[in-house]
Structure formats: C-alpha cells, structure tokens
Nanobody, 119 residues
Framework: QVQLVESGGALVQTGGSLRLSCTSS????????MGWFRQAPGKVREFVAR????????SYADSAKGRFTISRDNAKNTVYLQMNSLKSEDTAVYYCNAGTRASTPGAYWGQGTQVTVSS
C-alpha cells in the first residue's frame, strides 16, 4: 500500500519561509518523479513543482520560480519543498504526488498539509 505523508505546514507571516516534507512508503521512491501541488479555498488544485526520478531535474510553476525549491533524498524516501518569500496567495493545502509527469499529477497523493501566510 502506497502512502505519502506530508508535514511542515504552518502559519507564517508574509515574507517568511517554510520547508515541507513528504515521506513515502510502499513504492520504489527512487523510480518515481515527485511533485507538489496546492489547492486554495474555492480553487482547483494546481501544479507547484516537480523533480525527476532519474537526474533530479526540476520544474516549477511560474508562481513558484525563484522562491520555491524542490529536492529529494532517495535514501530517506523523502521529497522536500523549500518555500521562501511567502505571499498571502501561497495560502493553500499543499499535496505531495508520486508519478508526476510535467505538470500532470500521477496516481498517488498524500493527505495534504496546510500552509497559511498572514499579512
């Protein structure tokens, strides 16, 4: 059974930083591209960032470029999202995804972690 467990969400002030983590089990983590998505209240879930399984190449939504960094530690079966210079519009539930292709989610999701940015 595949499980993705996110952590690290919190309430933070505008301009602050957070690091989200997602630890996986039940899949061969090193063989999966991993992604982060987010969903704000009343909005559709959107792509944030992706990291490839083979060469750890990364890609980002325009809203995340220059502020967010996705990384992975295959030895720990964990993917991270470092978020800097947070804005109120970054407020959302952030979801980890396994099998992300470009900006399209794969089959497996975590339960989400809440990030709230207050001004």
């Amino acid at each position: 059974q595949v499980q993705l467990v996110e952590s690290g969400g919190a309430l933070v002030q505008t301009g602050g930083s957070l690091r989200l983590s997602c630890t996986s089990s039940g899949l061969t983590f090193s063989s999966y591209a991993m992604g982060w998505f987010r969903q704000a209240p009343g909005k559709v879930r959107e792509f944030v960032a992706r990291i490839a399984w083979s060469d750890s190449r990364t890609s980002y939504a325009d809203s995340a470029k220059g502020r967010f960094t996705i990384s992975r530690d295959n030895a720990k079966n964990t993917v991270y999202l470092q978020m800097n210079s947070l804005k109120s519009e970054d407020t959302a539930v952030y979801y980890c995804n396994a099998g992300t292709r470009a900006s399209t989610p794969g089959a497996y999701w975590g339960q989400g972690t809440q990030v709230t940015v207050s001004s």
